[in-house]
């Protein structure tokens, strides 16, 4: 990677959520299956597994994996990102590290670190910091 930042947007494309664990108070643990389609310095898809907790308030951490497959600049393969995230006023935002050595083929060596913000309509922008 010669950029030392990559940015762009993506996609939700599908959202599956599942409580397994609710309160009287309005709290409760779920799990996401989400799907999504990138655009910009990375292309292609990912699926990705968030545990979620929702506080009364409405507020939410959630934790999860996401499996990319496209490019990153040209280069081809997967890799795997490492969330940890929170939903507070309307607005989704996570950070996240490229999980060592779960890269393939171009993507094999890729490292790094980066973040997402929602903005709207399903949609987020994203950066990494490739390493």
């Given at each position: 990677?010669?950029?030392?930042?990559?940015?762009?947007t993506?996609?939700?494309?599908?959202?599956?959520?599942?409580?397994?664990?609710?309160?009287?108070?309005?709290?409760?643990?779920?799990?996401?299956?989400?799907?999504?389609?990138?655009?910009?310095?990375?292309?292609?898809?990912?699926?990705?597994?968030?545990?979620?907790?929702?506080?009364?308030?409405?507020?939410?951490?959630?934790?999860?994996?996401?499996?990319?497959?496209?490019?990153?600049?040209?280069?081809?393969?997967?890799?795997?990102l490492?969330?940890?995230?929170?939903?507070?006023?309307g607005?989704?935002?996570?950070?996240?590290?490229?999980?060592?050595?779960?890269?393939?083929?171009?993507?094999?060596?890729?490292?790094?670190?980066?973040?997402?913000?929602?903005?709207?309509?399903?949609?987020?922008?994203?950066?990494?910091?490739?390493?």
């Open positions: 990677m010669t950029q030392t930042q990559l940015i762009g993506f996609q939700i494309t599908n959202w599956q959520e599942t409580p397994y664990s609710e309160s009287d108070t309005g709290a409760k643990q779920s799990l996401a299956i989400i799907s999504q389609q990138y655009s910009g310095d990375a292309e292609g898809t990912s699926e990705l597994r968030y545990l979620m907790s929702y506080q009364p308030d409405g507020t939410a951490q959630f934790v999860g994996f996401e499996t990319f497959t496209g490019t990153i600049n040209g280069q081809a393969g997967t890799l795997v490492q969330h940890q995230g929170q939903f507070v006023a607005v989704a935002s996570s950070t996240f590290s490229i999980v060592e050595g779960s890269g393939t083929s171009e993507l094999a060596t890729v490292k790094g670190e980066g973040s997402f913000t929602t903005v709207e309509h399903s949609q987020a922008n994203y950066q990494i910091s490739p390493s």
